[in-house]
């Protein structure tokens, strides 16, 4: 059983949750992730009953690249309830989203992203949740498996997950009509004029050496490699005012 803790640091009182290393329940074999994957196939949404209303005109929206510090982000949004959660005030929702953002080494781009994205969520009058998964160490970074671990800890952390946005941290939408939402799970594909992002200036990784070798091993292992196979180690989990922190060692033995 994890340990939970209240700790206090420069953005203020955050929730801990750590203490947790090589759990059964925190690896492929679990049966929690075969009870995801149940609870997302027969999941009943509201959306016959939701009402929804824009109070604003749906469109192409500014973008600020402008380096922030998270206190001042933090200051803008009081809405924003713990750990990066939100609910329109002024109707029910007919979807709720997870972003799940794969992170590392991206401290000057999280503020940005930020404060860019909870704006545009809320215009959309989605309920959401933003999940920043980082991975620990410096071996190469794995930023799919990263993905499947926030698909499955930010249902451990809350249930009811109707969709599943994974976005990088360095893509900004520029126009609220570039829906985070459900569309019966089909592929959305809007026009040019609407899908449209900024891109942060980031120095380029190092990509990985053997990655034209995994490629040509991917028509024999899709079928088996990813959910039902995920192994990692969960070493923190820190709610903070705008967004959840999850921290987690997948090292090679993963």
Request: with cysteine.
């Given at each position: 059983m994890a340990n939970i803790t209240q700790v206090v640091n420069g953005l203020g009182?955050?929730?801990v949750q750590s203490g947790v290393k090589d759990s059964p329940a925190y690896n492929g074999t679990s049966m929690f992730i075969t009870k995801i994957l149940k609870t997302i196939k027969n999941l009943v949404t509201t959306e016959e009953v939701a009402q929804q209303y824009f109070v604003f005109v749906p469109g192409p929206i500014p973008v600020n690249k402008t380096n922030l510090e998270l206190d001042f982000v933090e200051k803008k949004f009081p809405e924003i309830k713990w750990g990066g959660m939100y609910a329109p005030p002024n109707c029910t929702a007919r979807h709720k989203v997870a972003i799940i953002v794969p992170y590392r080494d991206r401290e000057q781009h999280l503020a940005v992203?930020?404060?860019?994205?909870?704006p545009f969520l809320m215009k959309q009058q989605i309920e959401y949740g933003i999940f920043v998964i980082e991975q620990e160490g410096n071996k190469d970074f794995n930023r799919a498996k990263l993905m499947n671990v926030g698909f499955v800890e930010s249902q451990r952390l809350q249930s009811g997950w109707q969709c599943?946005?994974?976005h990088d941290i360095d893509l900004l939408p520029l126009d609220t009509r570039n829906m985070l939402k459900k569309v019966n799970y089909h592929v959305a594909r809007y026009k040019m004029?609407?899908?449209r992002y900024a891109m942060l200036n980031h120095v380029k990784s190092v990509p990985n050496p053997k990655r034209y070798q995994l490629?040509?091993?991917t028509n024999k292992t899709f079928q088996k490699d990813g959910l039902s196979t995920l192994q990692y180690e969960l070493i923190k989990v820190v709610q903070y005012h705008l967004y959840t922190h999850i921290v987690a060692n997948i090292d090679e033995r993963s």
């Amino acid at each position: 059983m994890a340990n939970i803790t209240q700790v206090v640091n420069g953005l203020g009182n955050v929730t801990v949750q750590s203490g947790v290393k090589d759990s059964p329940a925190y690896n492929g074999t679990s049966m929690f992730i075969t009870k995801i994957l149940k609870t997302i196939k027969n999941l009943v949404t509201t959306e016959e009953v939701a009402q929804q209303y824009f109070v604003f005109v749906p469109g192409p929206i500014p973008v600020n690249k402008t380096n922030l510090e998270l206190d001042f982000v933090e200051k803008k949004f009081p809405e924003i309830k713990w750990g990066g959660m939100y609910a329109p005030p002024n109707c029910t929702a007919r979807h709720k989203v997870a972003i799940i953002v794969p992170y590392r080494d991206r401290e000057q781009h999280l503020a940005v992203f930020l404060n860019h994205m909870h704006p545009f969520l809320m215009k959309q009058q989605i309920e959401y949740g933003i999940f920043v998964i980082e991975q620990e160490g410096n071996k190469d970074f794995n930023r799919a498996k990263l993905m499947n671990v926030g698909f499955v800890e930010s249902q451990r952390l809350q249930s009811g997950w109707q969709c599943f946005v994974f976005h990088d941290i360095d893509l900004l939408p520029l126009d609220t009509r570039n829906m985070l939402k459900k569309v019966n799970y089909h592929v959305a594909r809007y026009k040019m004029s609407i899908a449209r992002y900024a891109m942060l200036n980031h120095v380029k990784s190092v990509p990985n050496p053997k990655r034209y070798q995994l490629l040509s091993q991917t028509n024999k292992t899709f079928q088996k490699d990813g959910l039902s196979t995920l192994q990692y180690e969960l070493i923190k989990v820190v709610q903070y005012h705008l967004y959840t922190h999850i921290v987690a060692n997948i090292d090679e033995r993963s």
